[in-house]
């Protein structure tokens, strides 16, 4: 894949698939760099993967093309802030925080014409298996769409929204969406192992099942509905399952938590999008 230097600042959880991902698919690990304020996190990390680290922020941006902002959403504006007086208008600015707007990140890194892309990936990215949505400002050029979009695609899908607002129902969908799967698949287990499953029996068909479903609808042109309709005797097992579903609002269910999560995802924006020197 395309090299560049690639800074990020924040090491925890998803820089960690993130960069898990990049390294398998090729990227080289001596181009990546790595801020955090915790020693004891990035010396996890580099007994992982040979990147360069560093406890100075501005440092490890030095000569980075493209930098990616790893940090909570409520440590973003001091970090933003903290980038501005060594900020080159080269350089181009991902960030990867539930909620926080590109305004806002331009605002708080001091350009106006800063090249800034919000990105939601998700945890699956450390095995190429990542879904990411992105969206760009106006000042961020051809071959830096193409950049950004390059480092996601190499964790997994990668895909543009038109409008910012839409990357709250991406936050809610595929960004938070990998901890519902497991949440279903440790629920599906805990069932399994009550009806009389050992536990590594329970385990291992749940997650084969999740795998096998997710993969089959992926490769198949028929939809989710016909496929799970493929399962459903008239009057077998299935049916009395999602009977159950159906009378508990499964569905009903779902909307409401994505819902919940998008609205959080609003909430963070406007709360910490507040200026604070
Ligand atoms: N965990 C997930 O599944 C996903 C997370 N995100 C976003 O990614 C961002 C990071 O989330 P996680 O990795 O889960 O959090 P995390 O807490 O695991 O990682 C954040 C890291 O930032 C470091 N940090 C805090 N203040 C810092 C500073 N001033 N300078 C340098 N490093 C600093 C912390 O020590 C920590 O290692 C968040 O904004 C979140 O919204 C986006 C998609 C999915
Ligand atoms: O829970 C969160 O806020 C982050 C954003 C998407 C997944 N994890």
Redesign the pocket.
């Known amino acids: 894949m395309k090299q560049c230097t690639l800074a990020f600042?924040?090491?925890?959880?998803?820089?960690r698939s993130l960069i898990g991902g990049l390294i398998t698919n090729g990227f080289a690990a001596d181009n990546i760099h790595v801020?955090?304020?915790?020693n004891e996190?990035l010396q996890t990390l580099t007994n992982l993967y040979p990147v360069r680290t560093f406890t100075d922020?501005t440092a490890a941006i030095a000569d980075a093309e493209v930098v990616i902002l790893?940090?909570?959403?409520q440590?973003l504006q001091?970090?933003t802030r903290q980038l501005s007086a060594n900020w080159s208008k080269d350089k181009l600015l991902i960030s990867?925080?539930?909620g926080i707007r590109l305004d806002d990140i331009s605002r708080w890194l001091g350009q106006e014409q800063a090249a800034i892309v919000r990105a939601?990936?998700?945890?699956p990215s450390l095995v190429q298996a990542g879904a990411t949505a992105l969206c760009a400002n106006d000042h961020v050029e051809t071959e830096q769409h193409e950049l950004a979009e390059s480092i996601l695609r190499a964790v997994g899908l990668a895909l543009w929204v038109k409008h910012e607002q839409q990357m709250d129902a991406v936050t809610a969908l595929s960004?938070s969406g990998?901890a519902y799967l497991f949440l279903v698949m440790e629920a599906m287990q805990t069932a399994g192992m009550e009806l009389g499953l050992p536990e590594e029996t329970a385990r291992l068909l749940a997650l084969e099942t999740a795998f096998g479903a997710s993969k089959m609808a992926l490769e198949s042109d028929e939809s989710a509905c016909v496929l799970r309709q493929r399962v459903t005797s008239p009057g077998g097992t299935t049916e009395r399952a999602l009977d159950e579903f159906e009378k508990g609002d499964l569905r009903g269910l779902f909307s409401k938590a994505l819902t919940a999560a998008a609205s959080r995802a609003d909430e963070l924006a406007t709360q910490l999008g507040q200026d604070h020197e």
Request: hydrophobic content about 40%; aromatic content about 0%; charged content about 5%.
């Open positions: 600042i924040g090491g925890g959880n998803m820089a801020a955090d304020s915790s996190t922020n790893a940090v909570k959403p440590q001091a970090v990867i925080a539930a939601m990936p998700n945890t960004g990998p």
